[in-house]
DNA sequence: CGACAAAGTTTGATGAGTCAAACTAGAGAG
DNA sequence: CTCTCTAGTTTGACTCATCAAACTTTGTCG
């Protein structure tokens, strides 16, 4: 297996790459999601390189190899079984399991992991909606469009929120906006880069486009 | 908190001074259990006895101080909390648990650890019967005696198993002899060194004066 | 006592992962 | 076309945990 150094620059390549354009990670990102200087991060990339888990090129962009994205994807099931299990089996707060798992994600080891994925039934998602590769490694689609996208009136699912930051997932569950309520899109204003939604039998909230587009919803007829 | 390596020598020291006269841990037995050359013992055992964890001369006996106790408790709280629940809730074999835990409980944090202990319900001791601390870092008494040291037609209930080897707990467990069993004592053959057990409805069993040594059980009327 | 084995210690080296700081490539502004 | 800024790279040093091998202590037995 893989040290938890290289697990960590491996998930964080995955991230990087999947929500840039080009698909690929650049080295400043790279070492401050990693947390590390850009210096290790390039020292580390290179040794990804030779383990033949990255493709890197002097001053290009990182990607993985077919071999590191099959790790990522591991490395993904691990954090958010995990995740799944923290939140139903140990009822702790959505807000912290992502620290907890991002530990706990370098110990398990593949026989416990699939004594917890039978204990919790096989889910498909985690807490945050977000899809948990099966143990071959494929990943279901990431579905739903940011609530800023929506047309103001539409009736809304919430299926998924994509940031992991403690304030803003203390923020979703405050208004519950967790994934699976139900919602209305009251009002879209674009000029002033804010939406209102009303959580089925809540209270309304207004939030800015930058916090709409990190609630993903699907539409309810 | 300390490291992984850290945790796995305080660890073993208070095992290995537990289970000796003197109360102390020798350089070679330490290296042996954590894994390590002796010279690596002695070099970490200098680490730790300037970080105040445990008590050590150059060619003297190898102690834990208080504070080292402290942490030494505390690690092993983790660990059987987390065996317990392999066992109890991920229903895995008791043979395996005690190496899975021995990854996990370096990864897991207070507030894992705290939820894990409610949603078990605060147990008192692991599947082998061993104490598990509290919170405070009190341990329970280790009660019952080894099996060989009973006299022949009584009747017990096992307790305890006090070796955690693969062989020696599939052993246990396909006789049905695991803490909790009532079972009889047949004989007691002080010049074959042997005993003979039978574990309630099941079939008698016999075993050497060193298996039974690792088999506690208390009196049972 | 003296010799020897076993236990313990020291020393020098290694690999992983990291940082700070000096340096280089490339892209956009004028 | 050059200047400058930013991203990226290189280098040298450091810490942690480790090993192999040379060396020292201690205790035991003849």
């Known amino acids: ?15 990087l790459a999947h929500e840039s354009p080009t698909g690929e990670a650049g080295m400043k990102r790279l ?7 850009t210096g290790t991060a390039t020292s580390m990339c290179k ?14 962009g990182i990607s993985l190899t077919a071999k590191g994205q099959a790790a990522a994807r591991d490395i993904l099931r691990r954090h958010r079984l995990i995740e799944t299990f923290l939140v139903e089996t140990l009822k702790l ?14 110990a398990i080891s593949p026989v416990v992991l699939e004594a917890l994925d039978r204990h919790l039934g ?20 990431t579905s739903g469009r940011a609530l800023g996208e ?19 997932l203390e923020f979703v569950a405050r208004h519950g906006l967790k994934p699976g309520t139900a919602a209305v899109v009251n009002q879209v204003d674009r000029a002033a880069q804010a939406i209102r939604v009303t959580p089925d039998g809540l209270a309304t909230v207004s939030m800015g486009f930058g916090v709409a587009a990190k609630i993903m919803a699907e539409s309810r007829g």
């Open 1 to 15: 297996m893989a040290s938890e150094a290289v697990e960590n620059y491996l998930k964080a390549i995955d991230a």
């Open 31 to 37: 070492a401050t999601v990693v947390g590390v200087t």
């Open 47 to 60: 040794k990804l390189a030779a383990a033949r888990l990255v493709k890197y090129e002097r001053f290009g």
């Open 93 to 106: 707060d959505w807000s912290v399991v992502h620290a907890e798992a991002e530990r706990l994600e370098h």
């Open 122 to 141: 096989h889910p498909s998602v985690d807490p945050h909606g977000d899809p948990i590769p099966d143990g071959a490694g494929a990943v279901g689609e």
């Open 150 to 168: 929506f047309e103001a009136g539409s009736r809304v699912r919430i299926v998924r929120v994509s940031d992991q930051e403690k304030g803003f």
